[in-house]
């Protein structure tokens, strides 16, 4: 029964999540602006729900894992917004969700859990999706720099994979699911406030537009999407988890198309059947999804 009931839970926050990029774009802010503003303005409503939360019984080690996954998440998200500059939306969020076949080779490596056979028969496919991606050098190729697009979307791929992983691990009691996506959200803060400060490239004064795009990323994306899933994640298979994330890319890449009017090269689609095709691959067994 908890199977079916985290289902409908991971696919709700798939397609709300499915709108991170398109907010993104329209608030048309630096990569690391958009991170951390996504995470602070995030936070109260966190808090303010995890008041209303049932007891956290987690042990400290639990505790101080969702606050490295949040890390992890504010690295991914960092270099996703800069792939998103240079790739478009759809196509860069469709790279970072080739994390589910990252996944199974992160696990393997960590937690000695080996990957199915379909999983190592799906990596070639998306790497040579992912070069497809890149256009090949074609001057019809979509992006602005579409070959930097997709290495930082990959290197993003591979912090969302060590994200899912630790964020998954940091509820595996099953507790309230927004506790760990408050420690989650409050290390990715953390991470991108500072690497903000550092480089620079952060923007501290709100202004409109942009911050009403930024707060609709933060409480559709942050609170509402990520609640859903990160209920989902501890209650389901992670291959099933994954395949109702793989609704994000997808829709993505639709909604790119419709309101920017992204327009990928024959070269940039046929890489994209080719990422999807090995995510399926790995996600879908026979006669169950």
Do not use: C
């Not at 998440?73 to 500059?85: N, P, R, T």
């Not at 890149?134 to 930082?152: A, C, N, Q, S, W």
């Amino acid at each position: 029964m908890r199977k079916v009931s985290a289902t409908p839970a991971a696919l709700i926050g798939a397609t709300v999540i499915s709108f991170s990029a398109i907010f993104f774009r329209l608030a048309e802010v630096t990569p690391l602006t958009g991170s951390f503003f996504r995470m602070a303005y995030a936070l109260p409503v966190l808090a303010a729900i995890a008041m209303f939360a049932p007891g956290d019984r987690r042990p400290a080690r639990s505790r101080l894992l969702g606050m490295l996954a949040g890390v992890f998440l504010g690295a991914d998200v960092s270099l996703w917004h800069a792939a998103i500059d240079m790739v478009g939306a759809g196509l860069g969020t469709l790279i970072v969700n080739s994390q589910v076949v990252i996944v199974p080779l992160v696990t393997w490596a960590l937690f000695g859990e080996r990957p199915s056979t379909r999983s190592l028969w799906a990596m070639p496919m998306v790497m040579v999706g992912l070069a497809l991606i890149t256009g090949l050098g074609r001057d019809d190729t979509f992006g602005t720099r579409p070959v930097l697009g997709v290495v930082l979307a990959v290197a993003a791929a591979l912090f969302y994979s060590a994200f899912l992983v630790t964020f998954r691990r940091a509820n595996r009691t099953q507790g309230p699911s927004v506790r760990p996506l408050l420690e989650a959200t409050a290390g990715a803060a953390v991470v991108t406030g500072l690497a903000g400060w550092v480089t620079g490239q952060l923007d501290p004064v709100p202004h409109w537009p942009a911050h009403g795009w930024l707060l609709a990323l933060a409480l559709g994306s942050q609170v509402l999407g990520w609640l859903a899933i990160g209920y989902a994640l501890p209650r389901l298979p992670a291959t099933h988890t994954s395949f109702a994330i793989l609704l994000q890319p997808t829709l993505t890449l639709v909604w790119g198309m419709l309101i920017f009017a992204e327009d990928p090269s024959p070269v940039q689609l046929a890489g994209s059947v080719l990422v999807l095709l090995g995510i399926l691959v790995v996600t879908v067994r026979n006669g169950e999804t």
